[in-house]
């Protein structure tokens, strides 16, 4: 029997590897972020979690996966006010690619909301893992003062590594406990890839900005390096949106 906590590690391995891989990923790893860049993409996600958070929070079905201390709107909120000032909120819009994020949450919504958890996982996972080192590197990168400007990263419900760590396995056994058939975590598996190939073209959408900013010298020399293969991780055909 697949258990959907493995099927989604498993059947989006390639997918984060390409996420990873990114060039926006890559800057961002080597300490290479612009504040310029960072706050658009704290802009973009929150955007993002707005509309998965309302939809999450709105859907009956999707109440046993539900987790509201996960919430990353309120944090992101936190972090717009200090980069952007008291009306952040007239001063941010969604890119292109954003948006075609949004309506896919939206759609699922209304018509196929199972489908959620796979954007559920994909984010949050996510999020309770790589991008607790992500934060340590942004920080000492753009020298933020202490508390400031990394909310997006902190779980108060959530402090500790193993907090997060134990809450990521009642999450995955929470998805194990839905009982769903093997269509559905097939379908899920599907859609999860779908939704690292929405936040690889949000993170695209980010690159000339960077890309000009840093200098085609740089560009090239973080960009080339390390490139997987594509052969080895070949694109989930969803990717084209
Ligand atoms: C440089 C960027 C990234 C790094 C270094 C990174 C690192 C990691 C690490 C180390 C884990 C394993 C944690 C564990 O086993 O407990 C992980 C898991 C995960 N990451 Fe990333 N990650 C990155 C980017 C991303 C992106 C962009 C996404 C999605 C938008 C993502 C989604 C996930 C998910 C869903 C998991 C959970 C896998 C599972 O256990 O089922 N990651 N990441």
Redesign the pocket.
Known sequence: MTVL?LA??EG?AEA?TL??H?AF??C??RGLITPSLFRQFLANLYFVYTALEAALANTESMRPIYFPELNRSGQLAEDLAFYYGDNWRDQITPLTATRVYLSRIHDLAQSDPLLLIAHS???Y??DL???Q??SKIVRSQLALPEGEGTAFYEFPALPTPEDK?AF?QRY?ETLDSLGLDEDAIARIVKE?NF??AL??NL?HALEPELKATLGDAVWQSVVIENQPSRREHPRPAAVAV
């Open positions: 906590s989604l590690r989006t984060h996420a990873e990114t990923m890559k961002f790893v996982y994909t984010r996972m996510g893992s790589g991008g080192a992500l760590k990521k995955r999860a939704a690292f936040n690889c993170m």
